[in-house]
């Protein structure tokens, strides 16, 4: 069994931080990619930063030098780092990564629960 568990989600004000992470547990025995997306109310879940797992990233243009993508390896953890926010940010955030659960089959996406990021004065 794979969980995908998010944290750091909540209120913060416009122009302000914040901090997503996102833990893997469980049956693995890889981790490839991993990513943060989002769904606004209304509106279709879309990507917001890609991260391989050889550190390669890429996002998408809204948040483009304003968040940043890291992970660490040795954890299975996925971070996402929210600078300068906006009220348009807010949304349901939730991280996917590829994972192999078993020798010889291939990577599958899994995702975490969500979490809720709102921004407003």
């Known amino acids: 069994q794979v969980q995908l568990v998010e944290s750091g989600g909540g209120l913060v004000q416009p122009g302000g931080s914040q901090t997503l992470s996102c833990a893997a547990s469980g049956r693995i025995l890889s981790i490839g990619a991993m990513g943060w997306y989002r769904q606004a109310p209304g509106k279709q879940r879309e990507l917001v930063a890609l991260?391989?797992?050889?550190?390669?990233?890429n996002y998408t243009d809204p948040v483009k030098g304003r968040f940043t993508i890291s992970r660490d390896n040795a954890k299975g953890t996925v971070f996402l780092q929210m600078n300068r926010v906006k009220p348009e940010d807010t949304a349901v955030y939730y991280c996917?990564?590829?994972?192999?659960?078993?020798?010889?089959?291939?990577?599958?996406?899994?995702w975490g629960q969500g979490t809720q990021v709102t921004v407003s004065s």
């Open positions: 996917n990564a590829d994972i192999l659960v078993h020798f010889g089959s291939e990577y599958r996406g899994f």
């Open positions: 991260i391989t797992s050889g550190g390669s990233t």
